[in-house]
């Protein structure tokens, strides 16, 4: 059942066009996928949406946006850490030669949480636990740390470099001049959305593991001398959080998350401060109103073993997926670990004045998957058996298309009318993207709407000729009202931002 589900989607995406493999008239590698017209509509969606809730509309504190290059120089990759350490264990089948990744492999087959640990100890697992290639049986062999970062040579001297393996890194080289230009005072935060790239072993679940993804992340900078929170904590304080705690995670079945309030979460000491807290918090809102249920979400408190020496926290935001819960957003607190190695290695003072007092500060980082994101949303508004079709109902601030024209009849006057219709609303300046559907019955036309996730469906008729008034079709509950078309533009703007927060 569940991996039906999974199956539906890919259709689904293949079919309407939300995502399909790179170059896929030549198989091309796996990993890669191109978004389609309807994908690129819909993370355009998203990535706007996010703007505006964690940027524009934040007013706690500042938070600046940046675009930083892809490509970033050895050197900054050597001093953060991603050179030396930015690897996943893997090992190779004598016999059938494929290449597996090693932790994942014993979690599956074994059902242990081994993430974190060394290559010895892995080896000495599969050797003891007797793990073999579940593709064809074959032993395994060739133990080693696979790089995940793509290496690149710049220019004619060939000067070493890499494609980013977060956007986080900009942020951090970026971090002296946004200070200065922006005369910034901490707390601050500078966001940033872009790709990153990791050389995966082991790609799979279409868009869910990539080796080429989106990232949408922010780095808050604060004082840790202070112990103060976002301004605005207040307004977000009372929301429940789920977390799987690390007590949870040991026992055998992997534990139930525990629920309470992000103020709590830091009075209790199970969160490590505010500014982390309050992003948890401002998560949970975020993706309730992408249609995740709050029982679909949990924090899971990553084990020592998992979590970077610098760290004081890693909370991952997984989701219940069809084929179980994955990691969608990283939140850390980096502490003030970036800061000081760009600053050991570059030679350059990072540190900022806080009220008369040379700190550097700390850092809290949400790191959002775009593509990952978009898969939730996905199986989440997914719905078979409701009406003939398979229904898409999206966010409808996320929906890619938020309204289909169709003229009720193929008749001249009926299509010169909608036709009318579906110019001036593609010339509004409202976001508000529209198509124009003539093809086949309207009942076609409405399950053609329908699995594409389009919020409404304008039908004209005869009455349209005489009144000037159309029908207006409610994707979730097929309700229909007639409205004049006056209205429309108006009616099919605010309806994208039904339900959502003010
Ligand atoms: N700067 C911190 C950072 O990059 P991460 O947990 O490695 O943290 C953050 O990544 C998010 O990026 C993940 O929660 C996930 O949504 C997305 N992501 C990471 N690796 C990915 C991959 N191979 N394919 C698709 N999305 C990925």
New binding site residues.
């Given amino acids: 059942m569940p991996e039906q589900l999974a199956e539906s989607i890919v259709q689904l995406a293949l079919r309407r066009g939300f995502f399909n493999p790179t170059a896929e008239i030549y198989r091309g590698p796996a990993g890669f996928y191109d978004l389609g017209p309807l994908g690129t509509l819909m993370k355009l969606n998203l990535i706007n949406y996010w703007l505006d809730t964690f940027v524009k509309r934040e007013t706690s504190f500042e938070v600046y946006l940046i675009d930083g290059s892809l490509i970033l120089p050895y050197e900054a990759l050597k001093a953060s850490g991603h050179v030396d350490k930015f690897t996943d264990p893997k090992a190779e089948c004598v016999k059938c030669g494929r290449i597996h990744r090693l932790d994942q492999l014993i979690e599956e087959t074994l059902g242990l949480k081994v993430e974190g640990k060394g290559i010895e100890d892995l080896q000495e697992i599969v050797k003891v636990q007797g793990v073999r290639c579940p593709n064809c049986g074959g032993e395994l062999t060739g133990f080693k740390e696979h790089h995940l970062m793509f290496k690149l040579s710049i220019g004619g001297g060939g000067e070493a470099a890499f494609l980013r393996p977060?956007t986080?890194q900009n942020i951090f080289l970026n971090f002296k001049r946004i200070a200065y230009a922006m005369r910034a005072k901490l707390p601050f935060a500078v966001a940033q959305v872009g790709k990153?790239f990791?050389n995966?072993i082991s790609?799979r679940q279409s868009i869910?593991?990539?080796?080429e993804?989106s990232?949408m992340?922010i780095e808050v900078f604060f004082s840790p001398i202070r112990g103060d929170g976002p301004s605005k904590f207040e307004d977000v304080g009372d929301t429940v959080i789920r977390v799987l705690t690390r007590e949870e995670q040991k026992r055998g079945d992997g534990g139930e998350a525990i629920e309470l309030r992000a103020r709590d979460a830091v009075e209790e000491g199970i969160v490590p401060n505010k500014f982390l807290a309050y992003y948890l918090a401002k998560e949970v809102r975020f993706f309730q109103s992408l249609g995740i249920p709050p029982e679909n979400m949990r924090f899971r408190h990553l084990l020592p073993e998992e979590t970077p020496h610098y760290s004081g926290g890693n909370f991952?935001l997984e989701v219940k997926f069809s084929f179980g819960w994955k990691?969608?957003?990283?939140n850390?607190y980096r502490r003030d670990y970036d800061l000081t190695v760009h600053s050991k290695h570059s030679g350059e003072d990072l540190s900022i004045d806080d009220n008369g007092v040379k700190i550097v500060p700390h850092v809290v980082?949400p790191?959002?998957?775009v593509?990952?994101i978009l898969y939730a949303i996905l199986e989440h508004s997914y719905r078979e058996g409701v009406r003939e079709w398979p229904i898409l109902m999206l966010p409808r601030i996320i929906s890619p298309i938020k309204a289909a024209i169709l003229p009720l009849l193929d008749r001249t006057a009926l299509v010169a009318k909608a036709w009318e219709i579906y110019t001036w609303l593609r010339a509004s300046r409202l976001p508000i993207y529209t198509v124009y559907d003539d093809r086949g019955s309207i009942g076609r036309r409405y399950a053609r709407a329908d699995e594409a996730g389009v919020n409404l469906c304008v039908t004209i008729d005869h009455q349209t000729l005489q009144d000037n008034t159309v029908t207006v079709r409610d994707r979730d509950t097929t309700s229909q009202i007639r409205v004049k078309i006056d209205e429309l533009e108006e009616l099919i703007f605010n309806d994208t931002y039904r339900g959502l927060e003010q």
Avoid: K, N
């Avoid at 990691?327 to 990283?330: A, D, F, I, T």
């Fill in positions: 977060e986080a990153s990791r995966e790609p869910i593991r990539l080796r993804f990232q992340e991952d990691e969608v957003v990283g850390a980082e790191s959002f998957g593509e990952r």
